[in-house]
């Protein structure tokens, strides 16, 4: 009970000193602590000495909340994740369906619909101002990453500037993430799948950093072919006449490879499926995760399909 107690004591400091720095830009867009969790955490300390002074953190903070309050609160109680605002969850090993179900965040999807991927425990949902990830608490990195670009996107995030402050997600549990740890020493750049260089505005480059838009990447692969394939992408999304879906993660085969305490595994190929709306028009690149690997060929869409097991377009 008292650790709890100075955990709370440590939170509304911590807090304080949180909202006159940058690391606010991290939050995620839409996610608040509103009354439902507001009223969760007096349920869940009720009846206990650390009751009144839960009150008291909470009607501080409530003012100033927004989506990282939220996670903040919910490491320091060790409360659940919950679903509400921007991301919707599956339950941890009850995937709903084998038809994922972004309901907060279809503008990210052709037709507003997600792919169709293969049943699977640990999947979680999550919702970007800019993208969206499939995570598996498996693997702790995406299953893919979807984006929609345009030539209006194009031209916002042309120059803007990068943060590179790069944050583990709290919406995803501690046992199904990556933490900053993990990478720290262990040979691999943090790779993004949703590229910060597609980033619309600050928000959306303050989201991009997230270690649920990482895997771990072989340094030469991400700063050579692989940063080519994302300037083409941009450029073919500025010519395009409409919307451009692209659709962006990691495959494992061969031996398991991790790093980190948290055994982040690290992907033998990484994929990337640009999609024309306008046009119909789609292909992919696939990519070995070495420092040998060469820019090449792009495949169909269907061989995509068929090496991934992922449906990503509908139809």
Known sequence: MFSKINGLLRMRRFWFGLTSSAAVGHQVSGCTLGSGLYDSMLAKFSGTVAAPLLASVLATLTPLADGLTRYVLHDLLGLPVGTSGSASSSVAGTPSSSATQFSQCRQHFPAGQPPMVPDSSNLRELCYSAFAVLHSG????????????????????????????????????????AELADYQGSGYSRGHMAPAGDMASAEAMAQSFSLANMVPQNQAHNAGPWSQIEQDTRSYAQRAQGDVYVFTGPVYSGPIKTIGPNKVQVPSHLFKLVYDASTGRSWAHWQANAAGTRMSAPISYEELVRRSGIRFLPG
């Open 138 to 177: 498996s693997h702790k990195t995406p299953v893919f990453v979807a984006e929609r670009l345009n030539r209006a996107t194009i031209a916002q995030a042309k120059g803007r500037q990068r943060t590179d402050r790069f944050f583990a997600d709290a919406r995803l549990p501690r046992a199904e993430r």
